[in-house]
């Protein structure tokens, strides 16, 4: 192992995070809170890059920090669930990894072999002491979440690769780099051209006039709003979908929420509601969101709401990246505001 250089200050590192620690202020229903606004950002680079076509390879991360791979990875350990799971598409292994939450949609082929791996804690509080007992040659983490874990790894002189699977480009990137780590290209290749040839036939069939749409995200204790650069807001821009809260500033920077402002959903009254959540269950989720709406009145004047235009985005494609199974995340929005159009997907 060998101490690797930092690109940048560590201050990208703190601006890339998307854990919001902002000032909130209540919904005045439930004791419902959202993030106050700082600061709108955003980032169009690649997640992650590999430069090199044999070993030893230089993989640029989300945080634009450089690792040397010198060789192809026996015992990597993949910490979170979206990176496993393509990591395991392409053939690799993982030692280990954080606990995988029951709405993580995995590859049937490799569920059983996924959720039999060692634990190392919650994907937010890893067990550092685990991964090391395991003895990985190398890490791949997750921005945000596994951030300072991954910080200290690196410094202990692991090679430490951070992953950042927002958005579809984001799973396009990912495949790519995996693939040349995993010295299996093609496999990669094939599969991103199965993601773009079905999105594509997706996005074929919409029709001319354009739909708006607010995406509320809900929590044990918040409400707020999705921005463009979250999964269900990525989706609604491959829709061609106009997302009412595109122009509005984010909590922090580099976060996919805006606080939650009904006045401003209500004047400009999109035709549909779609609602993320970050709850123990789909079904307390939707529980909420009714309950919500129901004991407060300001909620009345968007009419979408009147007249049940109202969908619940599964975890499993809007909290967690789908990975793989992106376009079936597209295909569920899709069937959502174009029912005549797209039909069965939502059953």
Not at 12 to 29: A, E, F, H
Not at 107 to 119: C, G, H, M, R
Not at 170 to 187: P, Q, W
Not at 202 to 217: F, G, T
Request: glycine share 6%; aromatic share 8%.
């Amino acid at each position: 192992m060998k101490h690797y250089r930092i690109i940048l200050f560590p201050l990208i590192l703190i601006m890339m995070m998307s854990i919001v620690t902002g000032c909130t202020k209540t919904t005045g229903v439930g004791g419902l809170s959202n993030t106050k606004s700082v600061e709108k950002a955003g980032d169009n680079e690649l997640a992650i890059s590999v430069e090199g076509t044999s070993y030893p390879l230089t993989v640029k991360d989300f945080l634009k920090l450089e690792t040397v791979i010198e060789k192809k990875p026996e015992n990597a350990a993949v910490l979170s669930g979206t990176p496993l799971n393509i990591w395991y598409d392409l053939g690799g292994k993982s030692i280990c990894t954080s606990d995988v939450s029951n709405n993580v949609k995995l590859i049937p082929e490799y569920e059983d072999e996924i959720k039999s791996l060692p634990s190392i804690g919650p994907v937010y509080s890893i067990d550092m002491e685990s991964v090391i007992s395991h003895q990985p040659d190398l890490i791949i983490a997750q921005v945000g979440t596994q951030s300072t874990q991954a910080k200290k790894f690196r410094d202990m002189g692991f090679d430490v690769i951070t992953t950042h699977i927002r958005g579809y480009d984001d799973v396009i990137s990912t495949y790519r780099a995996f693939g040349k780590i995993l010295e299996n290209e093609k496999l990669a290749e094939s599969k991103i051209d199965e993601l773009e040839r079905k999105k594509e036939e997706i996005v074929a069939k919409l029709p001319n006039e354009k739909k708006s749409v607010v995406i509320l995200y809900i929590t044990s204790k918040t409400i707020a709003v999705k921005l463009d650069n979250s999964i269900a807001g990525d989706v609604a821009n491959i829709l061609k979908l106009d997302n009412i809260a595109s122009d509005l500033p984010a909590d922090t920077i580099g976060s996919e929420t805006t606080p939650l402002d009904i006045e401003y959903i209500v004047e400009k009254d999109p035709d549909y509601v779609l609602v993320t959540s970050m709850i123990g269950s789909n079904e307390l989720a939707k529980k909420l969101i009714e309950e919500e709406f129901a004991n407060n009145p300001a909620w009345k004047g968007v009419t979408a709401i009147q007249k049940g235009r109202v969908a619940h985005l599964p975890q499993e494609y809007f909290l967690y990246n789908a990975g793989p199974y992106y376009d079936e995340a597209i295909e569920y929005m899709a069937e959502i505001i174009y029912p005549e159009i797209y039909k069965g997907v939502t059953q």
